[in-house]
């Protein structure tokens, strides 16, 4: 069972620009989403995080968007740089029960940003 | 000075062979966890550890064993080698669940592993 739906799969920008990439997820019992970003051949490395008691995050030129009724949140790239083409990956997590920390991952976004 | 070490980076193997994939941390951490990574690059967490003992042991087969000798390393071995294996596995750690919700996860640079 899929619980979190990561769209676009894939998402082409120009250098300047703003990529949305979004996120749903299924478990309401969900309470902590990070998104982390990985370069080919690199593991994946945390960007930012939100909590679900906050509608907003942000972090540089990164911005969490988090709507937690609808059960969506996304990351916002302001000033997209071609430094910023990687693979982003949203998460969702929480705590207690047994799942001890365990992340569930979306499928995963391939950014390319052209210079 | 590398915080999650994972060797070898590159595994090469025949069907049916037994490999053994190994995790080092260097930051103190508690927790450990093994992540496959298919060729979708889809990310699915198949163990972890808190202080050597297992607490998340998703649906995986058991021709996978992990086994944590102390806080700061968590091997892999896999018996009998399916084409199917082949992934790419990551190593993370984080300080410890006892903390909460909202631990950062610390990967490895991975091991690209390919069954022929």
């Known amino acids: 069972q899929q619980q979190v739906k990561q769209s676009p799969q894939s998402l082409i920008v120009q250098k300047g620009g703003i990529p949305i990439i979004n996120c749903a997820y299924e478990?309401?019992?969900?309470?902590?989403f990070p998104w982390y970003q990985q370069f080919p051949g690199k593991g994946p490395a945390l960007l930012i995080a939100?909590?679900?008691?906050?509608s907003e995050k942000k972090e540089g030129r990164f911005t969490i968007s988090f709507n937690k009724s609808a059960k969506q949140f996304s990351l916002h790239i302001m000033d997209s740089q071609p430094g910023d083409s990687a693979t982003y990956f949203c998460?969702?997590?929480?705590?207690?029960?047994?799942?001890?920390?365990?992340?569930?991952f979306g499928q995963g976004t391939i950014l390319t940003v052209h210079p | 000075d590398t915080a999650v070490s994972q060797t070898p980076k590159y595994l090469v193997t025949q069907m049916g062979n037994d490999k053994s994939i190994k995790c080092e941390q260097n930051?103190?951490?508690?927790?450990m966890y093994w992540y496959k990574q298919d060729s979708k690059k889809f990310l699915k967490i198949m163990f972890s550890?808190?202080?050597?003992?297992?607490?998340i042991n998703e649906t995986v087969p058991n021709r996978f064993s992990p086994k944590s000798p102390d806080k700061a390393h968590l091997n892999l071995h896999i018996n009998s080698l399916e084409l199917g294996d082949s992934a790419v596995y990551f190593c993370?750690?984080?300080?410890?669940?006892?903390?909460?919700?909202?631990?950062?996860?610390?990967f490895g640079p991975g091991t690209r592993l390919l069954v022929l």
């Open positions: 478990n309401t019992a969900f309470d902590y």
């Open positions: 993370a750690s984080s300080h410890g669940v006892a903390r909460g919700v909202g631990e950062t996860q610390y």
């Open positions: 550890y808190n202080n050597k003992e297992l607490i």
């Open positions: 998460a969702a997590s929480r705590a207690g029960g047994t799942s001890y920390g365990k992340l569930t």
């Open positions: 930051l103190g951490h508690d927790t």
């Open positions: 939100i909590r679900p008691d906050v």
